[in-house]
């Protein structure tokens, strides 16, 4: 049986050309680039051409590219590095839709002294930015709010969010890890301060990232025993790791528009089709501010994990909620956030596609939702029986 893989914001397939630019630094180019000799110091050219390739796709200078293992990582040296180089202020600002990494990063600073707000959203998953404006004080040290959500594909403004922000003299912090590679940035436009992507997030290799530090922004060594990234980020360089998130990018930036274009044609055939042929069922997010390979559907009355069951026997992969929440049986923190009704969040399903899904994909997964749907509500105790 054939994948069908529409769990793309979990995790992606790694581009072939990407693997290919990765091989030879396995076997034969092994070398580490601090070395002194010719063999490893001839890697430090491939690392300089990877971090070209990320400050290409996302507008900036290559010397503000720090390289890391990946968005946890980022996301982590961003909200701690930012703090421990601004002492006296103590209150920071996020939102409650944010990814894990973020938001558990941030309740943690409540057992350091600092005051945490979480944002609301509303039915949608937007924010109000008058809220964002009244919380900010002088007392503000650092805003944090993701540029895209990785469970409704929701986009905030993050370019007027950033202007709010610095224009008051607080550093910001975006999580853009979904967004990267799927809609356009140019940060040589925007007044974003710290910027977190992941590489198996943009048909790059897993346990690689970049975070991006404009210049001038202060931020302390968050791992620290080495002179690696011009002493900001410690630790032997993932070479290959590296070498293949540059390819992404190179890729990525190639294919932004006409490659998101024909994802998101496919992404809405499939949602327009879900949503009309299966009774009770509902978009989760705003429609029109969103990511454009990703739908986050409720399905009345049945367990999103029993609909992923039955939609695995057919070889189809999605998800509920965020794969990081799986395996907790709490619905979703985005959706409940969003007021998302209990049962609601519950049957809620994610599917997210890439540039490698097709058209018959879609067709396929389309003929067999309904059947599943009206199968698991027959076996559902909370439908009434005709
Ligand atoms: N931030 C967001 C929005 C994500 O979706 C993810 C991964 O799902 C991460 C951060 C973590 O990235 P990584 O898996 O590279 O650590």
Redesign the pocket.
């Known amino acids: 049986m054939k994948t069908v893989y529409f769990d793309n ?2 995790t992606t397939k790694v581009a072939e050309e990407v693997l290919e630019e990765m091989k030879p630094l396995f076997c034969d180019l092994y070398g580490n680039p601090s070395s002194m000799h010719t063999f490893g110091g001839q890697l430090g050219r491939k690392i300089r051409r990877a971090r070209e390739q990320a400050a290409r796709l996302i507008g900036c200078d290559p010397t503000e590219i720090i390289f890391t ?5 980022s ?1 982590n040296t961003a909200i701690k590095g930012s703090l421990a180089a601004a002492l006296n202020k103590r209150k920071v600002i996020t939102t409650r839709v ?2 894990p ?2 938001l558990a990063a941030c309740r943690d600073l409540e057992n350091h002294g600092y005051t945490v707000i979480e944002l609301a959203v509303d039915k949608e998953g937007r924010l109000d930015l008058a809220e964002l404006e009244e919380k900010l004080d002088d007392d503000t040290v650092l805003v944090t709010i ?1 540029h ?3 469970e409704t594909g929701v986009v905030f403004p993050i370019d007027k969010i950033a202007e709010m922000v610095t224009g008051r003299g607080v550093v910001f912090h975006t ?1 853009a ?2 967004a990267v590679g799927k809609i356009p940035l140019n940060l040589a436009k925007s007044s974003i301060d710290l910027l ?1 992507l ?4 943009l048909h790059g290799p ?1 346990g690689v ?1 970049v975070l991006y530090v404009r210049k001038g922004t202060r931020l302390a060594s968050f791992m620290v025993g080495g002179h690696q990234e011009a002493g900001r980020r410690a630790g032997t360089e993932n070479v290959p790791g590296i070498v293949g998130l540059g390819k992404a990018c190179e890729l990525a930036a190639q294919d932004l528009e006409q490659g998101n274009n024909k994802v998101k044609r496919l992404r809405d055939k499939l949602e327009n089709a879900i949503l009309k042929s299966c009774p009770d069922s509902r978009l989760n997010g705003d429609k029109d501010n969103r990511l454009p390979n990703t739908t986050n559907i409720s399905f009345e009355y049945v367990e999103g994990e029993a609909i992923l069951l039955m939609l695995d026997k057919f070889g189809i992969c999605a998800s509920s909620g ?3 929440a799986s395996g907790s049986l709490e619905p979703s923190h985005v959706l409940r956030a969003m007021g998302v009704p209990f049962t609601a969040a519950h049957g809620s399903i994610r599917f997210s596609l890439s540039r490698y899904n097709t058209e018959q994909e879609v067709d396929y997964t389309i003929e067999k939702m309904p059947p599943i749907i009206k199968k698991l509500r027959e076996l559902s105790p909370f439908v009434a029986k005709s």
Not at 69 to 73: D, F, P
């Open positions: 914001n979990a293992s990946g968005g946890t990582e996301d944010e990814h990494a973020v993701m895209a959500n990785n999580d890890v979904q977190s992941s590489g198996h997030k897993k990232g965020s794969a990081c």
